[in-house]
């Protein structure tokens, strides 16, 4: 019970996942689970791309955090994402993670850059290994192999798209469904930047 409260004043940036796309994921995501048993399976609801990941924050820091993103977000436009496949991290045939797999934007890098460092002097810790965008499906394995190797493209994902118009700021709450609660929305307004 104590590590769950300490987990609610824990928060991320990232950008949620289209409405239309979610149950797309969650069928490849099925698909895949037939075979292999997870501790946790995302919910379609919380389906998302992590920007940066900020943990807890006391409230000035928060306040400037949102400050920042703020300014960020107003210089970049959008750009579109797409889906490529599925993925793991750890072992091919069961994965520690399971994950639906991005073709690469600079749109998206760059954002997580710019963001990063604009986050970074108010406290953030950073993480050292190179970002690496995905959205997850299940994590934790317990048993069971997955009925293909990975990476594999699913052909119900690959190439589905949608336009990334803003960055979100969400609160951990693992006692709810969904576990991701969006507290505030960073729009993008300016023509300044663009990425394909």
Same mark, same amino acid.
């Given at each position: ?18 409405? @239309?796309?979610? &149950? ?11 075979? @292999? ?18 943990? @807890?924050?006391?409230? &000035?820091?928060?306040?400037?955090? *949102?400050?920042? *993103? ?5 210089? #970049? ?5 797409? %889906? ?5 991290? =750890? ?6 993670? %399971?994950? @639906?797999?991005?073709? &690469?934007?600079? =749109?998206?890098?760059?954002?997580? +850059? ?9 406290? *953030?810790?950073? &993480?050292? !290994? ?10 934790? #394995? *317990?048993?069971?192999? %997955? ?9 119900? %994902? +690959?190439? /589905?798209? #949608? ?28 023509? /300044? !930047?663009?990425?394909?």
């Amino acid at each position: 019970m104590g590590r769950r409260r300490f987990m609610s004043n824990h928060y991320f940036l990232g950008i949620p996942v289209a409405d @239309a796309l979610r &149950e797309t994921l969650n069928q490849a995501a099925r698909s895949y689970l037939t075979a @292999a048993d997870y501790k946790r399976k995302t919910d379609a609801r919380d389906y998302h791309i992590t920007l940066l990941f900020l943990g @807890a924050l006391a409230s &000035e820091q928060r306040t400037a955090i *949102v400050q920042a *993103v703020h300014q960020t977000s107003a210089n #970049w436009t959008p750009f579109t994402l797409a %889906l490529s496949g599925i993925d793991g991290f =750890g072992d091919r045939r069961h994965p520690r993670v %399971l994950f @639906a797999s991005l073709k &690469e934007t600079r =749109g998206l890098t760059g954002l997580q +850059a710019a963001i990063a460092q604009a986050v970074a002097p108010l406290g *953030v810790r950073l &993480e050292n !290994r190179p970002y690496h965008p995905h959205i997850t499906l299940a994590k934790r #394995w *317990v048993s069971g192999d %997955l009925p293909m190797q990975l990476p594999a493209v699913h052909h119900g %994902l +690959a190439g /589905k798209q #949608w336009t990334v118009s803003a960055v979100s700021l969400f609160q951990v709450c693992p006692d709810n469904l969904p576990n991701y609660q969006q507290i505030c929305l960073f729009p993008f307004q300016s023509e /300044k !930047r663009e990425y394909s």
